[in-house]
């Protein structure tokens, strides 16, 4: 997979599952299930899926394991 993001600041506005699966080096199928796991930060509009970029960043560092 290769990552087209290489800042924070790179990311769209709203992330699809390709974005978040390229971003977090994981398939697009683990990009799904993280989506529809209580707590991420996903916007549904239609049947579209969606994550807003600054709800996205704050999930990613209240959920990784660095002090």
Not at 45 to 62: C, T
Request: hydrophobic share 35%; with cysteine; net charge positive.
């Amino acid at each position: 997979m290769h990552c087209s993001f290489k800042t924070k600041e790179d990311l769209p506005a709203t992330l699809s599952a390709t974005d978040i699966s390229r971003y977090l080096g994981i398939s697009k199928a683990n990009s799904y299930q993280l989506m529809d796991s209580k707590g991420f930060p996903t916007l549904r509009i239609g049947k579209r899926k969606l994550v807003p970029k600054d709800k996205f960043l704050i999930w990613i560092n209240s959920n990784s394991n660095c002090n």
